[in-house]
């Protein structure tokens, strides 16, 4: 608990320093004080959680919790050198979190605390990049907007103060569409790029699945603009694609035994799916008894799948008091949602780029989720990680300010 309370103080004096010398971060600094005000109750809540067990730890967290515990022990037994060894993490359960939750504990201490507390510091920085793609797509008011609505979805919130890998997972996307806005807006240059590239890594650490979503919405923008320039691309730009896309394919098809892609050519076979699903279904199941013999049997599934994933649970399938925290955040997402189709219009005509990418993640990566999930449980961690991109799209509109539809790019 100790531990959890030193940390919860450490980010508050680092936010309250960001905010004192960087005060442009903000148009406001009404909301970046909003932001750490919710960020206190809610790491205050992690730590009182981490005492007296409101939310035990559940299968996964603890799993990650003994995990992190192993590699904060590896760290004092070998030194930081083991971190730069593939061997140390073989059997490592979700590396991309553990090894970064583990360095924490050696720093700081190994109290379940810390973990929560940074989870909910992790929560409130996707919360400021919400902002941030806001102000730079919508104007500052309607990204002020955004951000504090996202800041107090139901079930995001909650799970912030838990330790799960949801809330990083959210913060890295975040992250990687912040970067590829800025470029499909001009902001063309190397640091930009090493930037985006780094995102786009981490991300599949972190969850495997994202990699292909995002390697599709990218291989789509790609097309899109060399048909809509209708000129062929520079020997640089085609040269720095065919290497970034060879890179790739010999990692993940000819370096099986790294465990950054070990698994990641399984992840669109129908075997991996139907198992996901059985593995998925005995708790809270919304769907039961569903076999994928063939793909066509994917592309009939995915829209009911999809509602199901998105809107999990009914209200007349709640069966435990936690869904209700689940049914909330439903509703708060459908608020985001129906600002939606008025958001990509106005990107359409401001940056076609943008609108696309944002309808290709949302819709692609909506659809494919829902084939992988049968469970509410599943449903509701999952699909956070496209929440905050319909809130960072959506909600400005309520605030929009049309002079930022006078650039078109």
């Known amino acids: 608990m100790g531990g959890g309370l030193a940390l919860l103080i450490l980010f508050t004096v680092c936010w309250l320093a960001y905010l004192y010398f960087y005060p442009s971060a903000f148009g406001t600094k009404s ?21 007296y067990e409101f939310f035990p730890l559940q299968m996964d967290a603890a799993l990650y919790h003994e995990m992190a515990l192993d590699v904060a ?40 605390s810390v973990g929560f507390v940074l989870n909910t510091f992790v929560f409130m920085l996707t919360g400021y990049n919400v902002y941030r793609i806001g102000r730079m797509l919508f104007g500052e008011r309607g990204a002020t907007l955004a951000s504090a609505f996202y800041s107090v979805f139901p079930y995001c919130a909650l799970e912030s103060t838990y330790l799960h ?10 992250e990687f569409f912040l970067r590829l806005f800025y470029i499909l807006r001009g902001g063309w240059n190397l640091m930009s790029l090493i ?18 979503l995002i390697f599709f919405v990218l291989g789509v923008l790609c097309v899109f603009y060399v048909l809509r320039k209708r000129t062929i691309l520079t020997p640089v730009k085609v040269g720095f694609a065919a290497s970034a896309i060879l890179l790739c394919y010999l990692l993940v098809m000819w370096s099986g035994n790294l465990w950054l892609f070990r698994g990641f050519s399984q992840v669109t ?23 994928y013999t063939s793909y066509s ?48 219009l106005l990107l359409y ?8 990418t944002v309808a290709l993640y949302l819709v692609l990566g909506i659809m494919g989720a829902g084939l992988v999930h049968s469970n509410s449980a599943g449903a509701q961690r999952h699909r956070t990680q496209f929440s905050f991109l319909m809130v960072s799209i959506g909600i400005p509109t309520i605030g929009f300010q049309k002079k930022f539809l006078n650039t078109k790019s």
Request: glycine letters at 6%; proline letters at 5%; a negative charge.
């Open 297 to 344: 049997d994917l592309v009939v599934a995915s829209p009911v799948r999809a509602f199901y994933f998105l809107f999990s649970p009914l209200p007349w399938k709640i069966f435990k008091e936690s869904q209700y925290i689940a049914l909330g955040e439903t509703m708060f997402m459908v608020i985001a949602m129906l600002y939606l189709p008025k958001a990509l």
């Open 349 to 356: 005509r401001k940056n076609t780029g943008v609108a696309l």
């Open 73 to 112: 022990d590896a760290i004092d037994r070998l030194g930081w050198a083991c971190l730069f060894s593939v061997q140390s993490y073989q059997g490592v359960v979700e590396p991309g979190y553990v090894v970064p939750l583990g360095i924490v504990y050696h720093i700081i201490g190994r109290d379940v």
């Open 165 to 174: 890998r949801d809330p990083l997972v959210n913060y890295i996307l975040s």
């Open 31 to 51: 909301l970046g004080y909003l932001l750490l005000v919710f960020f206190i109750i809610r790491g205050t809540f992690a730590i009182l959680n981490s005492r």
């Open 269 to 291: 076979q129908l075997e991996m799916l139907q198992n996901r699903i059985e593995m998925l279904e005995p708790e809270s199941a919304y769907l039961e008894d569903q076999e």
């Open 195 to 212: 930037g985006l590239s780094a995102t786009i890594v981490y991300s599949g650490i972190l969850r495997r699945e994202n990699l292909v």
